[in-house]
């Protein structure tokens, strides 16, 4: 079955730098591929989402890249703000959707 | 406003008690699970349904039951059997039947053992 690594499971930048998290999946037949947000004592938040059809997508200061060849992906956050500081998850699906375990990421002022 | 309503926030099981958490959803979606999060575990699917009437085990339904009488609901309930229920447990629907995709999450219940 799909396995999904995450990495790292912390990460502390300066605000207005750049953020990246990246997961590596193992099932070649996964084809859609989301990452959540999940601030302290709430649910999860879908912040983006690609398919395997596609390398690259971007909603403003948010992107994900996929790389189906080497089986990896990642979210990259630019001008990091306070409010980026959360728990950031990605996941993959083929028949069924596995979470990577989570990257807490700091925003440091 | 549309969204989904867990209930209660927080919970407390004696031994050998059944607990029953409650999810809602006004957003009129098909598909609802529940996902079970320990801390810095990824999210693990406990059940989920498709349509009234019809659910599915996820990767660690032992221990736990669930129905889905009505669109809008779909209870959780953790028996007696699940013997380590620890954990903060998350609701989600979605308007896709595809697994898994495009989740609306409820804020959770933290259900301890006392």
């Known amino acids: 079955g799909e396995n999904v690594e995450q990495h790292p499971s912390t990460l502390s930048v300066q605000e207005g730098d750049s953020a990246v998290i990246k997961c590596t999946y193992s099932d070649s037949a996964s084809n859609y591929f989301p990452w959540y947000k999940q601030e302290l004592g709430k649910g999860p938040q879908l912040i983006i989402d690609?398919?395997?059809?596609?390398g690259e997508k971007k909603d403003q200061r948010i992107a994900v890249t996929l790389n189906k060849t080497a089986k990896h992906f990642s979210l990259h956050i630019t001008e990091t703000q306070p409010e980026d500081s959360a728990v950031y998850f990605c996941a993959a699906r083929d028949d069924k959707i596995i979470f990577g375990k989570g990257t807490r990421l700091h925003i440091l002022p | 406003d549309g969204g989904i309503t867990q209930s209660p926030k927080y919970l407390f099981r004696k031994e050998g008690q059944n607990v029953t958490l409650s999810c809602e959803q006004n957003?009129?979606?098909?598909?609802m699970y529940w996902y079970r999060q320990d801390p810095g575990q990824g999210l693990r699917l406990i059940y989920y349904?498709?349509?009234?009437?019809?659910?599915q085990k996820g990767d660690i339904a032992e221990g736990y039951s669930v129905s889905r009488e009505k669109k809008e609901s779909f209870p959780l309930t953790v028996t007696s059997a699940q013997k380590n229920p620890t954990a903060f447990y998350l609701c989600?629907?979605?308007?896709?039947?595809?697994?898994?995709?495009?989740?609306?999450f409820g804020s959770g219940t933290q259900l301890s053992v006392l």
């Open positions: 690609i398919r395997s059809n596609v």
């Open positions: 989600a629907s979605s308007t896709r039947t595809a697994p898994g995709e495009k989740l609306f």
């Open positions: 957003l009129n979606h098909d598909a």
């Open positions: 349904s498709q349509i009234v009437n019809d659910f």
